[in-house]
């Protein structure tokens, strides 16, 4: 059965940090993206990883403050956070796909992906 499991969010303050982690298992996978969705927002990609270049995608709006990263031995994929603001506060997810996908379209159409995670809720107190 393929599976991403995502975790590891929580209550943080104004720069603080966060790591989300994303178990991927049941299947081959080639990238991984994070997505997040604060109420009445639509869904945001926010970071973008291939797997057989580790190249990184990344929105602007967390440039230089997320970091998108991989285990070399799992298909564990990681989100770290830092410098988090209010307006970081959103449910996270996680979502891949079951052929090869390029991040460049991904982080702009959540759509293009059918394996997503359950979602971890992240909330930047100030």
């Known amino acids: 059965q393929v599976q991403l499991v995502d975790s590891w969010g929580g209550l943080v303050q104004s720069g603080g940090s966060l790591k989300l982690t994303c178990a991927a298992s049941?299947?081959?996978?080639?990238?991984m993206a994070w997505f997040r969705q604060a109420p009445g927002k639509e869904r945001q990609g926010v970071a973008c990883m291939h797997f057989n270049d580790r190249r990184t995608f990344y929105a602007e709006s967390v440039k230089g403050r997320f970091t998108i990263s991989k285990d070399n031995d799992r298909d564990t994929v990681y989100l770290q956070m830092d410098d988090l603001k209010d307006e970081d506060t959103a449910v996270y997810y996680c979502?891949?796909?079951?052929?090869?996908?390029?991040?460049?379209?991904?982080?702009?159409?959540?759509?293009?992906?059918?394996?997503w995670g359950q979602g971890t809720q992240v909330t930047v107190s100030s």
């Open positions: 979502a891949s796909d079951r052929v090869p996908f390029p991040c460049q379209i991904a982080i702009n159409s959540p759509l293009s992906l059918d394996l």
């Open positions: 049941g299947g081959r996978y080639t990238g």
